[in-house]
C-alpha cells in the first residue's frame, strides 16, 4: 500500500494566500461599506432607509453577502497567519515557546473579536 505525501508548501507561498486573503477581505469590506451602506442607509431618517432597502433589494442583498464573506475570509485569514506563525516557532527557543504561541492565539482572538 502507498503512502500519500502531501508537500509542505513554502513560507513564501502562504504568505502570498494570507496576503490574497487579506486584500479579498479588504475589498468586500469596502464595497459593503462604500458600496452598499453608503447608499441605503440615511442615519437621521428610518423610514428613508427602509424605503432605500425596499427599492434596491439586490444591492442590499450583495451588501449582506459581502459582510459575510468578509467575515469568513478574515476567519481563514487569521487561520493562515497562524499556520505561519507556527513555521516561525522553530526559530524560539523552547523555554519561550509555550508564551509565543499564547501570544499568538490571544492576537488571533483578538483580531476576530475586533
Known sequence: MAHSVIPQTSARLRARICGALYVLCIGCGI???MGVRAKL???SDAAATAHNIATAPGLYRAGF?????????SIQLYESAYAISLG???????????????ASDTLCAARLIA
Open 65 to 73: 453577502f459581502a459582510d459575510v464573506s468578509a467575515a469568513l475570509l
Open 31 to 33: 464595497f459593503a461599506q
Open 88 to 102: 516561525l516557532f522553530s526559530r524560539v527557543r523552547p523555554e519561550h515557546l509555550a508564551l509565543a504561541r499564547v
Open 41 to 43: 442607509v440615511v442615519y
